[in-house]
Nanobody, 115 residues
Framework: QVQLVESGGGLVQPGGSLGLSCAAS????????MGWYRQAPGKLRELVAE???????NYANSVKDRFTISRDIAKNAIYLQMNSLKAEDTAVYSC?????????WGQGTQVTVSS
């Protein structure tokens, strides 16, 4: 049973930083793609950042140059370093992992940016 567990969410002030982690367990497969999504109140879920096995990353325009995604292949884990946070970044952030045929979701972690 594949499980993804996110951690690191919390409350930060605008301009602050926060790091998120996602750890996968329950599979011997290596994921071909892992990423972070978020859903803010009243909005659709959107891709924040994703990264391939080869380390190629893709970011939403709204977070480019502020967020950095990284991956530890051996640990089946990804991370999201969020800097210069804005109120607009407030959302539930969820981890996603994909194989050639399946995809998995974590339970989500709340990030709130407020003064």
């Amino acid at each position: 049973q594949v499980q993804l567990v996110e951690s690191g969410g919390g409350l930060v002030q605008p301009g602050g930083s926060l790091g998120l982690s996602c750890a996968a367990s329950g599979t011997m497969e290596k994921f071909v793609l892992m990423g972070w999504y978020r859903q803010a109140p009243g909005k659709l879920r959107e891709l924040v950042a994703e990264i391939t096995n080869g380390g190629l990353a893709n970011y939403a325009n709204s977070v480019k140059d502020r967020f950095t995604i990284s991956r530890d292949i051996a640990k089946n884990a990804i991370y999201l370093q969020m800097n210069s946070l804005k109120a607009e970044d407030t959302a539930v952030y969820s981890c996603n992992a994909r194989t050639d045929s399946s995809h998995y979701w974590g339970q989500g972690t709340q990030v709130t940016v407020s003064s």
